[in-house]
């Protein structure tokens, strides 16, 4: 493997494991609060590239315009899924909640192939244009430069809202108890709500990021889904540094044995990171002991 | 007389806190030995050591000469020890034969009676049935064979544990708290019941129990615990006689 | 109200109530062989679906294992089979056992990490199971790559215009019921019980729990395989696609809708499954749609599924008899 390729696999991976990174954040943002493995986190994000695609574009506004109402609208569908199959029968176990989270990804997946045919792509317009940037050997397209922008843009804004606000502090009080949390006066309804809008709208961003790269079609995040949880879980599920982190790692090992061996290593690469994780640090790569929380 | 249970400088810590220290005790085969102390002095994680439930950090235990450190949780009923929990561990939406039958093991994996409806497999299932229902009357209680266990009364599903515990054909079985929520009578009936499964059945019993009459009813011998040490062993009626016992238990409501 | 279950546990004596279910049972599984050719063909996918789910049943009901990975057994059934027919020249039955052994041990090896990993955790490992045995078809040449694989016709499918197949399939999973109501109703029922209710207590009465947790998953992949197999040779035609993760969903959902307390709980979620697609012929995709509520919708306010409908109609109805 030469310099260059491995170089070029580094930035593919660090774009790549940005975006399973910032999935992960919501991933990691919806189970700390609310405590729901959410696995439509996914078509969600499918359904923000199409909802942008069919709906707001047509109507004329600027890319930028309309990618940011995109993001809103998905953000109020984040609204409205926690109140319709979240919030019913709070006294469920997770693992049933899980299941409808699993239930709500099949019926967008159906939706999107009902309106958009199974499998068909269609090009997505890219934000940032065709062409690349040089630095020495290293070639990078504007497109993996302007998605990774936007993700670490969208992961700062994220980490400056859960950090330094008021609605933020809510939901960090929330996912560290949730009982005591109430008690300080928390209205933990509400935080869930919101949970649910910032969470919805991270992933449309990254639905909207990945659509260009590939073709946008009904499975479009479908190998994304798995790769996010597994970042989560390598930051223990409850940790946003860790789901970076873990974000990071996977996509760049990814890389960089698809570089050394072929693409078809990838698949199985992953899965092997998985399972390590859980067998080996099952709280997490970064857990303190202190911290011993399983997943 | 041989002791069945040998306990040898039993010590657990859990982090900073010493749970047990230097703890001996012996059980002699055929008796009912007692264990009490006041609330926190680490009878149940005692229990939990000789159940295979929690690692000691240090010391023996040894059942009927076998190194019991040396085996799995599961391997237990197998070498004749049975237990009861203190927090009570019954599937409540099954019935009470159902749980009872948990007990149940049989020499050998599973066959293929357990996937076919053979006629060897309706015999051996009669047969545990059987058994079941004879634990149950052990402890008064076969009339309520197919009630649901969330319907009964907590007295009962204490006892329910003990019949599955003499599901499994014990040489020693041990009774965590059996009395806890039990009234007069039914502590009686208890204590007649246990001495009848001495009897009939040849046990012995370790009980950690808080009710001190019960104890000298019942009991051969007693270990006291406070604060995870030994501070007294020996006839029951030193709960009354020794003086660390009665400064244990000073301010203790029991 | 004393639940008494399939079967009553007396030795060889069925309740009144079971005879007549399994009546109406007999009388419907022998209906398709007097209807259409087409809808001979539904109900045959219906009997396989059947056997998926009564399979799947096994670890999600007794162990409260939620297992994700059924569409890999599947797979195994469909793509061992084939091979073992194209490459091997095996006749059907032999081949189909020899992708049954491959399954169990897939199954035994998945209940590997299974004391290690918490519920969510392992849930997740069998979908990423599912995920992996699918790409992994796909890329290679051996399996047919992204096209899959053809199997030659074979003459009993056909026969009798698919009565013979259909007979078949319904009468594995009659088999398969049975052998499942044995199970649950049996020592290892009890046992998987008591290792999901406190694996602690299970332990303390002697269940191994890799043991049986391993069983739970060889049993269940055991009946995924033979449905696989079937799957493939109704169709003649093993498509990867086929038995994509989302095949794992749609046999738990089989589970989940039909109930997971009672044997014939899955054989009606499986009915439900198949004819969803069926009902909504007339918009395309529009069945998807309407299962995916309705998975939404059981899972949301109705965790027993239909059995939890029809026991609540039940009770009310019984509740004007004293």
């Known amino acids: 493997?030469?310099?260059?390729?491995?170089?070029?696999?580094?930035?593919?991976?660090?774009?790549?494991?940005?975006?399973?990174?910032?999935l992960g954040i919501a991933i990691v943002l919806i189970f700390s609060t609310t405590g729901v493995a959410n696995f439509a986190q996914g078509e969600l994000a499918t359904f923000g590239a199409f909802a942008m695609f069919m709906i707001v574009l047509p109507v004329g506004l600027s890319l930028v315009v309309a990618w940011m109402s995109t993001v809103v609208l998905l953000g109020i569908l984040g609204a409205v899924v926690y109140f319709i199959v979240i919030r019913p029968r709070p006294e469920a176990d997770h693992l049933n909640l899980a299941v409808r989270t699993l239930g709500l990804s099949g019926l967008l997946h159906s939706i999107d192939?009902?309106?958009?045919?199974?499998?068909?792509?269609?090009r997505f317009p890219s934000l940032f244009g065709s062409g690349s940037l040089s630095f020495g050997t290293v070639v990078l397209s504007h497109d993996q430069l302007g998605t990774l922008a936007v993700a670490v843009a969208m992961a700062v804004l994220f980490f400056a809202f859960f950090n330094h606000t008021r609605p933020g502090l809510a939901m960090r009080a929330v996912a560290m108890n949730r009982e005591v949390a109430a008690l300080q006066g928390v209205d933990v309804q509400r935080t869930n709500v919101m949970v649910?809008?910032?969470?919805?709208?991270?992933?449309?961003?990254?639905?909207?990021l990945v659509a260009p790269i590939s073709f946008l079609d009904t499975g479009l995040m479908q190998p994304y889904l798995l790769k996010a949880f597994t970042a989560a879980i390598i930051g223990g599920m409850y940790s946003f540094p860790g789901v970076v982190a873990g974000g990071l790692i996977l996509g760049i090992a990814e890389a960089l044995a698809t570089a050394a061996a072929s693409i078809h290593v990838r698949e199985p690469l992953a899965f092997a990171v998985l399972l390590l994780v859980l067998l080996l640090r099952p709280a997490g790569l970064f857990a303190s002991s202190r911290l011993q929380r399983r997943v | 007389m041989t002791a069945l249970l040998e306990v040898s400088e039993i010590t657990v810590r859990f982090g900073g806190v010493r749970a047990l220290t230097g703890v001996n005790m012996q059980v002699a085969e055929g008796s009912v030995h007692g264990l009490i102390g006041p609330n926190g002095a680490g009878k149940t994680t005692l229990l939990n050591c000789i159940g295979r439930v929690i690692e000691p950090t240090e010391g023996r235990l040894v059942f009927?000469?076998?190194?019991?450190?040396?085996?799995?949780?599961?391997?237990?009923?197998?070498l004749g020890v049975a237990r009861t929990f203190q927090n009570l561990a019954l599937m409540d939406d099954r019935t009470v034969l159902d749980n009872v039958l948990v007990g149940l093991r049989r020499a050998g994996g599973f066959t293929l009676h357990d996937f076919l409806p053979t006629r060897r497999r309706f015999a051996l299932e009669a047969e545990d049935r059987a058994t079941a229902l004879a634990a149950l009357a052990q402890v008064d209680l076969q009339q309520?064979?197919?009630?649901?266990?969330?319907?009964?009364?907590?007295g009962y599903r204490k006892s329910i544990e003990i019949a599955r515990a003499l599901c499994t054909r014990p040489r020693l079985l041990m009774l965590d708290e059996p009395t806890a929520g039990l009234n007069p009578t039914e502590m009686d009936q208890l204590g007649i019941a246990v001495r009848r499964m001495r009897e009939t059945l040849g046990l012995t019993v370790l009980l950690i129990t808080h009710h001190i009459e019960f104890l000298l009813e019942v009991a051969d011998r007693v270990t006291v615990l406070d604060l995870g040490c030994v501070i007294a062993d020996g006839a029951p009626d030193l709960v009354h006689t020794d003086a660390r016992v009665r400064a244990a238990y000073l301010g203790a409501d029991e | 109200m004393g639940d008494v279950p399939f079967g009553s546990q007396e030795a060889g004596h069925t309740s009144p109530r079971s005879r007549v279910l399994l009546t109406v049972l007999v009388l419907v599984l022998v209906a398709p062989l007097f209807a259409t050719g087409y809808m001979r063909y539904v109900a045959t996918l219906w009997m396989i679906y059947a056997i998926a789910a009564v399979g799947l049943q096994i670890p999600i009901g007794l162990a409260a294992i939620y297992s994700f990975g059924h569409s890999a057994f599947m797979l195994v059934g469909a793509y061992a089979m084939a091979l073992a027919i194209m490459l091997g020249g095996w006749p059907v039955p032999i081949a189909m056992l020899a992708a049954l052994v491959l399954a169990a041990l897939v199954g035994a090896l998945l209940a590997l990490p299974s004391l290690r990993l918490s519920g969510f955790a392992l849930a997740i490992v069998t979908m990423g199971a599912s995920s992996l045995f699918f790409q992994s078809v796909k890329v290679f040449k051996l399996t047919g790559g992204p096209q899959g694989l053809f199997l030659p016709e074979f003459a009993f499918v056909k026969a009798m215009d698919g009565r013979a197949f259909y007979a078949i399939c319904a009468g594995l999973m009659m088999l398969g019921l049975m052998v499942s109501h044995c199970v649950e109703s049996g020592r290892i029922g009890r046992v998987l019980r008591a290792s999901a209710a406190n694996p602690l207590m299970a332990q303390s009465?002697?269940?191994?729990?890799m043991r049986v947790r391993t069983l739970a998953f060889v049993i269940s992949a055991v009946y995924g395989s033979i449905a696989g197999s079937l799957l493939g040779l109704s169709t003649s035609y093993i498509a990867p696609e086929a038995y994509a993760p989302d095949l794992s969903i749609q046999v738990f959902a089989a589970?989940?809708?039909?109930?997971?307390?009672?044997?014939?709980?899955?054989?009606?979620?499986?009915?439900?499954?198949?004819?969803?697609?069926?009902?909504?012929?007339?918009?395309?995709?529009?069945?998807?749609?309407?299962?995916?509520?309705?998975?939404?919708a059981v899972s949301t306010v109705y965790p027993g599924g239909l059995q939890q409908m029809i026991s609540g109609l039940r009770a009310r109805l019984g509740k004007r008899v004293p």
């Open chain 1, 1 to 22: 493997m030469t310099l260059d390729i491995l170089m070029a696999a580094l930035v593919s991976g660090i774009v790549n494991g940005g975006l399973y990174a910032l």
């Open chain 1, 113 to 122: 192939v009902l309106k958009w045919g199974p499998n068909e792509p269609y």
């Open chain 1, 196 to 208: 649910w809008v910032v969470a919805t709208a991270i992933s449309a961003t990254v639905g909207l």
């Open chain 2, 64 to 78: 009927a000469r076998d190194d019991l450190r040396a085996r799995p949780t599961h391997d237990l009923a197998r």
């Open chain 2, 144 to 154: 309520f064979a197919h009630q649901k266990i969330g319907k009964l009364p907590y």
């Open chain 3, 205 to 209: 009465f002697g269940v191994h729990l």
């Open chain 3, 255 to 296: 589970v989940m809708i039909g109930g997971m307390a009672r044997a014939w709980g899955p054989v009606l979620g499986a009915l439900f499954i198949v004819l969803i697609p069926e009902l909504t012929q007339s918009v395309q995709n529009l069945g998807a749609i309407v299962y995916a509520l309705i998975f939404i």
